[in-house]
């Protein structure tokens, strides 16, 4: 599936802004992204296996924070970033 990657943590990625992963289980995926792009898992989720708060994935249209939740037929995951400031 396609993992759209922020800007933020490209990187990771070499600068490519879609990168390929496989999983059955979000956290599948994110292990996936971990072996290809060493380190961009733990600014995806924290020291506790929790997505940290700054982050948003969404699985098609749909949003989770859960890393157990099936893939099934998504086609495209996309990490989100939120910004900060004043």
Known sequence: MIV?????????TDERARVEAQG?????LLGDLERQFPGMRFR????????RRHIKL???D???????????ATRDVHII???SGG
Not at 24 to 28: A, K, N, R, S
Request: net charge negative; proline share 5%; glycine share 8%.
């Open 4 to 12: 759209h990657v922020p800007t933020p943590l490209r990187s990771y």
């Open 24 to 28: 059955d289980t979000l956290g599948e």
């Open 44 to 51: 995806v989720i924290d020291e506790h296996d929790r997505v």
């Open 58 to 60: 969404f699985l098609d």
């Open 62 to 72: 749909e949003t989770t924070e859960d890393l157990g939740h099936a893939l099934g």
């Open 81 to 83: 970033c939120a910004l």
